[in-house]
């Protein structure tokens, strides 16, 4: 089994930003600030980034649980929670388009 790679740092990203557009690497640092403000300011009505996928805010329902250690039944209240909808055009891409 082949070990997995580590996950790219802000640097890594930056600097990827910044020679695939041609900037420099302040202003990918900038762009990347932008983008990461817009969707704290927005993600509580959904935010979507083209291409990639969008990122919900969902309500969970209250629910039982098992406390693994002692086998009691555990009520889990209900909260909520945010998810990112992977785009499929992404998950075709890095999985694989189902046959």
Do not use: C, W
Not at 25 to 34: D, G, V
Not at 59 to 64: E, G, I, V
Not at 76 to 96: C, H, M, N, Y
Request: hydrophobic content about 40%; aromatic content about 4%.
């Amino acid at each position: 089994m082949a070990k997995a790679s580590k996950p790219l740092t802000k640097s890594q990203i930056v600097t990827s930003l910044a020679e695939a557009s041609g900037i420099t690497k302040k202003q990918a640092t900038q762009t990347l600030e932008a983008l990461v403000s817009l969707v704290y300011k927005h993600a509580k009505n959904s935010f979507t980034i083209p291409g990639l996928g969008k990122l919900v805010v969902a309500n969970r329902k209250a629910r039982k649980g098992r406390n693994p250690a002692t086998g009691a039944t555990i009520k889990i209240p209900a909260k909520r929670v945010l998810k990112f909808l992977v785009s499929k055009t992404v998950k075709d891409a890095i999985l694989g388009a189902k046959k």
